[in-house]
């Protein structure tokens, strides 16, 4: 787990208010939810291997009974709140949150223990309408972070259910189909191919996956990638409604304008079981890192706690891994980090400290951020390295002579130059010399 | 713990966002930390009763070793934090952190086992003229909060242990004394006196105890508060450093006019074992609700981590209190809170849902905050109603002929009035009705 020191935390508060305000702009609301959840929610909704995933909260004498744990999403207390707060809950009802969540991975670059989630949802909202907002709202996001080359893959689970069904497979072999299709990005689709004609995992598939999976991919450059499903997979169950849902919300999304590089990607598998239709995943192409988000359409978790279907979908940005390409993207591009002040005022005596505290009031009413050096006055010398180390670019001072003169002095630390300046004119005389 | 739904949610991100502001103006500058400590940094530091209260992570198979908990405040993680990274960190440093602690206390009303914190502090910076700084600082947060009246009570723990010294008493003795004085606000001077005089917990003081914290009590309304302190405690080891640091204190603080409402109170307690120097401790007279904040300066804890001294103040504003006393106020003042939206664009139908979203995609650059309607399209008077439902006060709708007429229509749903306005004005036209 990770401090995050100044200049880090400034960026991601800066990404945090930048997702925050975007949010809100789609008229998604805000939810906060502890970080400790009863145990008995969080289990068994993101199957057995995520379960050992969780931090559990170790028992306590005076009450054992109450088991409970760090939330390891925020999908899973959404579906809680929604169950439990329902007499104040209004559906649909969009909501973002973003929030730490743990979980017991062992660390490797660019994964953490504890890490941000930045989701938003809309629950009790059908397909695709909803989803269509979502995505829009989703890239709108990375627009807002400086990533305007994100490419929204869009694809829906009910095309995957219905390249099984074709196939005649269910469970094991079902899932070892899906896994390897997903491994195209590193293996290539000829690796895919060959892995899926060797099996594995105890699986042999049927002699028509390879030639299937073929035209899953063969489908992507189609000119109607819905038309040339259809063709592959139109006959199973499952397509019907997944081939009507895909092509309104690609409808929606490519008539809109509002989702520019959106690409229709029926080899899109997205790993959580919970998904039901449209299902999204975002990658930054010379980011070279892979994802750095997703989500679909879930209309089973929510109501799962309910005993009533509701559906939902929402989008999860990876905020995490972009941060690590905003910090390369900054770092190669030089520069000083902010300062954490515009203004240092110096302090001249002790008599005069007060003086100084009045004055700094007077700059921070006048939209300055203010610093009075906070160790024992005198010594200026010693106070003008300190403004150098913490990059604080003005210093101001009210010495006995400046006090009676009605003026302050200024010295402008990069230039060396230094001002008398009135006292009624000194807060625009410092934003002025900020500003150039 | 604490669901907060988006009205809740809406005011406590209000209210971190302008303690953010008056924080960063004073050059504070962010830190943020990990929920979950190393076990050995956070035992021994607040005492025996506060270490019962700490919330153990359960331990794992694979690095059992590696015993953790949640942490219990955010003093503790920066003392490790300024110890673990020295090298990146120049001090003095001043930092902000608003962040959730746990302690696993019986719920009881106004507190909670998960709550936030919002500290400033700095660090490696000696008495006085950061405490000052930090009590303007503090003042001011409570100001931007609306709580102009806030009354700051100031103290200095010198005076404390002066007072034992004087009567010649420590340990358990000291500890009755100091808790006996702090139950003022509850059971009076004179209950105080009584207590004192009868003993308690296996302590009996002194025959001195009583006629001298009389004086201590007497000494707030003297013209000159150190010199009257002077008088009654001035021959003990303690009183020499503690009030000189006073009244430079005292002087900077009522000197620069940045402490309105500050107030010597030589019966201010503070209980933390680990404060050495001043100590504050908000009130805010009309709440009726106590304490509301306070802080103070410990130049030991940061330093026993690192084997130096290092002197450091802080202050913690008692957020989740004065959240108590503004949703009071919110619901005294009566008014509808906040909708979560400007604008809802509503859809016709599905061949025009791509044209809604265009639109949305458009009033949002405009600066408005916009939902598409999330269920099907079509059935208008349901899209009202969640308009209605949601406080929408607008709604904007493009249909086949006003997409041919290069217009929009909008409904006014308090006045029930309906326009059509020209696509190019429509965001402004709706920002006048806002406004309006």
């Known amino acids: 787990m990770r401090d995050f020191l100044p200049d880090v935390a400034r960026r991601r508060n800066g990404c945090i208010d930048a997702l925050r305000r975007v949010f809100e702009s789609f008229g998604f609301e805000p939810l906060d939810t502890p970080a400790v959840e009863p145990l008995e929610v969080l289990m068994g909704k993101y199957g057995a291997e995520a379960d050992k995933l969780v931090f559990e909260i170790a028992g306590r004498g005076d009450d054992a009974s109450a088991q409970s744990a760090l939330r390891y999403d925020l999908t899973v207390p959404l579906a809680r ?37 930045c989701d938003i949802d809309v629950v009790g909202a059908p397909a695709p309408v909803a989803d269509a907002e979502v995505a829009a709202c989703a890239v ?21 259910r219905a390249l099984c069904e074709t196939l005649g497979i269910d469970g094991a072999a079902a899932g070892f189909l899906l896994r390897t299709i997903d491994k195209e990005d590193r293996i290539g689709l000829e690796g895919v191919c060959e892995a899926l004609a060797a099996g594995g995992e105890g699986v042999t598939l049927p002699a028509g996956a390879v030639p299937l ?16 499903l259809e063709a592959l997979v139109g006959r199973a169950p499952s397509a019907g409604t997944a081939l009507t849902e895909l092509r309104q919300l690609w409808q929606y999304v490519s008539g809109s304008g509002v989702v520019p590089n959106a690409r229709l990607d029926p080899a899109l598998m997205r790993g959580l079981d919970y998904y039901t239709g449209p299902v999204f995943e975002a990658v930054i192409p010379a980011g070279g890192i892979g994802s750095v988000g997703g989500g679909g359409r879930y209309d089973g978790l929510v109501g799962s706690m309910l005993g009533r279907d509701i559906p939902a979908v929402g989008f999860s940005v990876g905020l995490e891994r972009l941060l690590v390409l905003l910090a390369e993207r900054e770092s190669a591009a030089g520069g000083a980090p902010p300062s954490a002040a515009d203004v240092l005022v110096a302090t001249f005596s002790h008599d005069l400290v007060a003086a100084s505290l009045a004055l700094a009031a007077e700059l921070r009413a006048g939209g300055l951020r203010v610093e009075v050096f906070p160790g024992p006055p005198g010594r200026l010398a010693k106070q003008y390295t300190y403004a150098d180390k913490r990059r604080i670019p003005l210093v101001a001072l009210v010495g006995s002579d400046e006090l009676a003169a009605g003026v302050v002095a200024v010295k402008d630390m990069a230039k060396r130059e230094e001002a008398r300046v009135a006292r009624a004119e000194v807060s625009g005389h410092l934003r002025t010399r900020l500003g150039g």
């Open 213 to 228: 999976v073929r035209g899953l991919f063969a489908a992507r450059d189609a000119a109607d990638v819905p038309a040339a």
């Open 140 to 160: 709108a996001a990375y627009r807002a972070l400086g990533f305007g080359d994100v490419v929204l893959r869009v694809n829906h689970r009910g095309v995957v």
């Open 81 to 117: 709140v929604v169950a439990m707060h329902q007499a104040e809950l209004t559906l649909p009802w969009k909501r973002w949150q973003i929030a730490p969540v743990w979980r017991a991975e062992r660390p490797q670059r660019g994964r953490f223990r504890e890490f941000l989630q």
